[in-house]
């Protein structure tokens, strides 16, 4: 079953704007990871940002930060200050705790525009 | 981050034959992971190990097998390549400390069935 939704397949951005990309996901399982990684052209993955689900606050990391409403099961990843080099896609995934099968959503494609 | 390696980058195959890829690490972690990555798919499990000799089916492991013998290679054989397998495929770590950690990633392995 589908656990993680994207639901945009693409966004589009002005150069030092804030940007949104959603993810919703599904569980049953009080204990959880989300995680949020960027894919360049290049196609390495890379690590972006991780919330708990016992997390009080919102994670953080430098200018990416996760709007994680639990009740709503969203992870949305916020970008503020977009740069060109923001240009990737972008995956959200979860891994219920015990689980050893980290889900993909599909991931949204960012373009950050000059 | 953990040293991880995956060899060949790319491959060209023919159907029906067999093709092996490895993914080699250098930093001791207990659990890695096959994933292959496909549009509209995110990445989607194939397999994954949490040991030496010690592995388990994915969400897509029908045509797979895999192997560990040494704590640092974990290899991926399509016994017979089909066209369906052509993708990328990407092998993770985790080293297991904590049961929620994230996933480092290889660069991806692209491999087209011919």
């Known amino acids: 079953a589908q656990k993680i939704t994207q639901t945009q397949p693409g966004m589009f951005v002005q150069e030092k704007e804030a940007v949104t990309l959603d993810c919703t996901y599904d569980?049953?399982?009080?204990?959880?990871?989300l995680f949020w990684y960027k894919q360049p052209s290049s196609g390495e993955m890379i690590f972006l940002i991780y919330q708990g689900s016992y997390d009080q606050q919102n994670a953080t990391e430098g200018r990416y930060s996760l709007n994680f409403q639990k009740a709503r099961k969203s992870a949305n990843l916020v970008i503020s200050a977009s740069q060109l080099g923001d240009s990737a896609m972008y995956f959200c995934?979860?891994?219920?705790?015990?689980?050893?099968?980290?889900?993909f959503g599909a991931g949204t494609r960012l373009t950050v525009k000059p | 981050d953990a040293g991880i390696t995956q060899s060949p980058r790319h491959k060209v195959t023919e159907t029906g034959t067999p093709v092996t890829l490895r993914c080699h690490q250098t930093e001791n972690h207990r659990y890695m992971y096959w994933y292959r990555q496909d549009p509209g798919h995110g990445l989607r499990l194939i397999h994954y190990s949490y040991g030496v000799k010690d592995t388990d089916k994915g969400e897509v492991s029908d045509g797979y097998s895999v192997s560990r013998s040494k704590t640092e290679d974990f290899l991926l054989t399509l016994e017979s390549a089909t066209s369906s397998q052509t993708s990328v495929y990407f092998c993770a770590l985790r080293d297991g400390l904590s049961d929620m950690g994230g996933y480092t990633f290889g660069s991806g392995t692209r491999l087209t069935v011919v």
């Open positions: 569980t049953s399982d009080p204990s959880y990871g």
């Open positions: 995934a979860m891994r219920e705790q015990g689980d050893n099968d980290m889900r």
